[in-house]
């Protein structure tokens, strides 16, 4: 019985689609199971939000006031580099199962470029810029620019989805996070 | 009265913590008198600009728009639709979310790929 989507020339973006779809699920679901329900996790993450909104709290309060204490300044550096040092254990933390989620996108991306090698599975309604057009055009014969790759309807499937899918489910990282990074080494003059 | 205001701030931290959208942040939308925790109002920004993303890659693709000139139309239909909403409709003061800037780049790389996604694939499917 033929599928009603094989009239399509295009049918195969529906596939790559499909498949980043339920790899973003199961990614999802991998790292719920290793990282969000964990205490560890939680405790971090609660603490990271608490820590964030003091300190913006405190941040507003003295900007209200002409001259800020000394006092005052060194409360809010202590609050900013226990934020930091929160955000780096959560990145850290995250890493070590994130390397699974790693193992799983690329064994997925693999399967799909043996599947879809050579071959345009969408068409762009633009001509990317050059920059863009080695991920676009990778693996494709011609000139044409317009044709698309699997890599590329694959990575904007992934970003778009699971990007949305981590927001909607509430895995997205806490916000005052965002500034940290794994590597940032605290001030440890501050913290005393 | 304190301890009212902390039990309520307490309830909006849980409610925001599971992540989703609660049924008091949808209430408060089109809420002129609301106050909005920064958060909650990042949240409802990332939400406007997926749903203008998937809105506009949709139209794009089966009219057919063709062009880079219309993913720049997207970015500057969906920014200014995300900065009337914040700043007309709820008219939030900036500086307590972290500016202009903070505001406008809630979801946008998300909401480009999407858009980007829609676009394509709707073009792809229905014109060839």
Redesign the interface.
């Known amino acids: 019985m033929a599928s009603p989507f094989s009239s399509f020339k295009y049918s195969d973006g529906l596939t790559v689609v499909g498949i980043s779809i339920c790899t973003a699920v199961v990614c999802e679901a991998i790292s719920w199971l290793l990282i969000y329900r964990t205490t560890s996790y939680k405790s971090l993450k609660s603490s990271i939000d608490r820590a964030s909104k003091k300190l913006e709290t405190m941040k507003t309060d003295s900007t209200v006031t002409a001259a800020p204490k000394k006092s005052k300044t060194k409360k809010i550096d202590r609050v900013e580099t226990s934020l930091k040092e929160s955000s780096r254990d959560l990145s850290l933390f995250k890493l070590k199962s994130g390397a699974v989620v790693a193992l799983v996108l690329f064994v997925v991306f693999g399967f799909l470029n043996n599947l879809f090698e050579g071959k345009a599975v969408a068409k762009l309604p633009f001509v990317p810029i050059r920059i863009v057009q080695k991920m676009s055009h990778r693996g494709l014969n011609g000139d044409d620019m317009t044709d698309c790759s699997m890599a590329f309807l694959y990575f904007l499937c992934s970003i778009s989805i699971r990007t949305n899918l981590q927001k909607f489910l509430g895995f997205a990282p806490p916000r005052g996070a965002a500034g940290a990074s794994l590597f940032q080494i605290p001030d440890a003059a501050k913290t005393n | 009265m304190k301890d009212k205001k902390s039990a309520k701030l307490n309830l909006q931290?849980k409610q925001h913590?599971?992540?989703?959208l609660s049924p008091s942040t949808f209430a408060k939308l089109l809420d002129l008198e609301a106050s909005w925790d920064?958060?909650q109002l990042?949240?409802v920004l990332?939400?406007i600009r997926?749903i203008v993303a998937l809105i506009c890659g949709l139209l794009?693709?089966a009219v057919?728009?063709?062009?880079?000139i219309?993913?720049v139309a997207f970015l500057l239909i969906s920014s200014g639709i995300v900065y009337g909403y914040y700043a007309i409709i709820l008219k939030v003061d900036e500086e307590?979310f972290g500016g202009h800037g903070s505001l406008l780049q809630e979801?946008l790389?998300?909401s480009v790929?999407?858009f980007?996604?829609a676009?394509?694939?709707v073009?792809?499917?229905a014109?060839?």
């Open positions: 931290h913590q599971n992540g989703h920064k958060d990042g949240d990332h939400w997926q794009w693709g057919p728009l063709v062009g880079g219309w993913l307590e979801g790389f998300a790929t999407l980007l996604l676009w394509t694939l073009y792809s499917l014109h060839f």
